[in-house]
Nanobody, 121 residues
């Protein structure tokens, strides 16, 4: 069993910053990739940022230059630093992990419980 605990959401004014954190624990052999998704009311969940085990990153175009994803492999944590926030960044943000639970296993996907980010204009 794998548990993901998210923290750091909240209410911020446009132009402000927030930092989201996600910590994973449990039966983890290795983590292939870690990332953040978001879902705004009435919209589909979308990938915001993702970072692989070798540090490669990708971002949705709308956050490039404003958001930075980072990970600590030793602590099994992934953070999302969000700067210059806009009203359209308002959503529930979900941590996502792609991991193997033992050597040679397939990839398993786990989600955090979600944390609300609200940006007031």
């Amino acid at each position: 069993q794998v548990q993901l605990v998210e923290s750091g959401g909240g209410l911020v004014q446009a132009g402000g910053s927030l930092r989201l954190s996600c910590a994973a624990s449990g039966s983890i052999f290795s983590i292939n990739a870690m990332g953040w998704y978001r879902q705004a009311p009435g919209k589909q969940r979308e990938l915001v940022a993702r970072i692989t085990s070798d540090g490669s990153t990708n971002y949705v175009d709308s956050v490039k230059g404003r958001f930075t994803v980072s990970r600590d492999n030793a602590k099994n944590t992934v953070d999302l630093q969000m700067n210059s926030l806009k009203a359209e960044d308002t959503a529930v943000y979900y941590c996502n992990l792609e991991l193997r639970i033992y050597s040679g296993s397939g990839l398993y996907f786990y989600w955090g419980q979600g944390t609300q980010v609200t940006v007031s204009s």
